[in-house]
C-alpha cells in the first residue's frame, strides 16, 4: 500500500467525506446486469375524459356498465370527508325511508361542496321519492350545469319528464343520456318509443 505524508491523508479523508455529503461515494456504483428489469412506472389512473371516451366506444354491455361504474365512483367523491358522512347518512336515512332527515343531510352536503355534482343529484332523487317534481328537476338542472356529462342526471330528467307527459322534453333528455353512454340499459328502448309520437310515424 503505498505511503502517503501524514497531511495528504488528512486531505484524502477529507475529500472523501466531502463527496459522501455532496453527491455519494467518489467511486462508481455497480451498474445493473443485463438480466435485471427497470423498475415498473407507476400506472396513473385514466382520467374523466378518457372514461367518458371508452364508455361512448364500449362495444359489448358489460365493458360499458364497468366503465360507467368507474365513472359514478369519480363523481361520487366530494373531496370533503364532511360532505361525505352526510351524504352516507341520508343514504341510510333513504333506506330507512327517512325521507326529510335525507333532504336536510343533503341540504348540509351541498352547502359545504356546492360544485360536487353527485350531491344535486342524490337531493334530486330524494325529492322524486317525495313526489316533488320541481325540486328534482331543479337540482337534476344544478347537476348538469356542472356536469353536462352526468349521464344518470340527464336519463332521470328524461323519466320525470315522461311522467309529467311532456315528450319533447323527456326524448331530449333521453338522447342527451345516450350520447354518453349509448348502451345504457333501457335507454334506447325509451328513444325508439317516444320517438314517433314526438317526430309523428313514418308512412
Not at 6 to 31: E, Y
Not at 56 to 76: N, S, V
Not at 123 to 135: E, M, N, P, Y
Not at 155 to 184: H, N, Q, T, W
Amino acid at each position: 500500500m503505498p505511503h502517503f505524508p501524514k497531511h495528504a491523508s488528512m486531505l484524502l479523508k477529507a475529500a472523501l467525506v466531502a463527496a459522501f455529503c455532496v453527491g455519494g461515494p467518489p467511486i462508481a456504483l455497480a451498474r445493473p446486469t443485463p438480466d435485471e428489469k427497470p423498475p415498473e412506472k407507476v400506472r396513473t389512473p385514466p382520467s374523466l375524459d378518457d372514461l367518458y371516451a371508452r364508455l361512448k366506444a364500449a362495444e359489448d354491455d358489460a365493458e360499458a356498465k364497468g366503465i360507467a361504474r368507474l365513472i359514478e365512483q369519480r363523481l361520487g367523491r366530494s373531496g370533503s370527508a364532511t360532505a361525505d358522512l352526510l351524504t352516507e347518512r341520508a343514504r341510510q336515512a333513504m333506506s330507512g325511508q327517512d325521507f326529510p332527515l335525507a333532504i336536510e343531510l343533503l341540504d348540509r352536503a351541498t352547502t359545504l361542496e356546492p360544485r360536487w355534482s353527485e350531491g344535486w343529484n342524490r337531493r334530486a332523487t330524494v325529492f322524486w321519492l317525495l313526489k316533488d317534481q320541481d325540486g328534482a328537476i331543479a337540482d337534476l338542472k344544478r347537476t348538469l350545469v356542472i356536469e353536462p356529462r352526468h349521464f344518470e342526471a340527464w336519463a332521470a330528467l328524461g323519466r320525470i319528464y315522461l311522467s309529467m307527459d311532456e315528450k319533447v322534453r323527456a326524448l331530449e333528455a333521453f338522447r342527451r343520456a345516450a350520447a354518453l353512454y349509448p348502451r345504457m340499459d333501457k335507454l334506447q328502448g325509451a328513444i325508439d318509443r317516444l320517438a314517433p309520437d314526438v317526430e309523428g310515424r313514418d308512412l
